[in-house]
């Protein structure tokens, strides 16, 4: 027995609650919440070969390509702590090129369970297309939770918006490309063994449950 914690891969639609759920896992098993906007950041911030090429992309608002995407995370594994320590990654990896250079990274400290968040494409298009944000602070509101006074932000009174990309077609489209992009990962880690399916509907709170359930019942199995 040691005291590491586990080494998790979140999946999920955009809109299915993974960030949120990733944090509370984060601080429930106290391991690193790593998204990929946070790793590109900490490569930023390490002036590496990589973290300036990382910064060019970023500040371009260019997707960042694969090839430096996952030498980002080959570097930041290198280090060692949360290989030892566990993880949760989130947003990574977004394609099966990611997913098998992510097994290579890991190498002798193997992902204990990947959860695949399922939440019905209706639920997410509620979700998204009722999101309504403060263009002043950013803070969301949703239609059936809107802001004290009409469409003032409640924070800072700015104008409470549905931004452009939250509108019902524009989430269509980006479930559409997501599930393409997505289907050969889960069938990836399906074929690993590590592939488990958490139904993603109802409130946080029991969203969080199940996943703890399956996260220590697959942790608990293993031999450390
Ligand atoms: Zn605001």
Known sequence: MTT???RLV?????????GTQAALLSEHYG????STGELFRAAVAHGTPTGVEVK????????????ITISVVEEYFAEGGPLENGFILDGFPRNLAQAEAL???????????VLDLEVPTEVILDRIAGRRVCVTCGATYHVNHPPKSPWKCDVDGGDVV????DTEEAVRRR??????????IIDFYAALGKLVIVDGTGTGDEVQERLLKEIDGRVGQASR
């Open 56 to 67: 060019v992309f970023l500040d371009s608002g260019e997707l960042v390509p694969d090839d």
């Open 175 to 184: 479930l559409e490309v997501y599930e393409q992009v997505t289907v050969p």
């Open 103 to 113: 097994e290579r990274v890991l190498a002798g400290h193997p992902l204990d369970v």
């Open 162 to 165: 549905q931004r452009d990309d």
């Open 31 to 34: 391991v690193s919440h790593l």
């Open 10 to 18: 979140l999946l999920g639609m955009p809109g299915a609650g993974k």
């Open 4 to 6: 590491s914690g586990p």
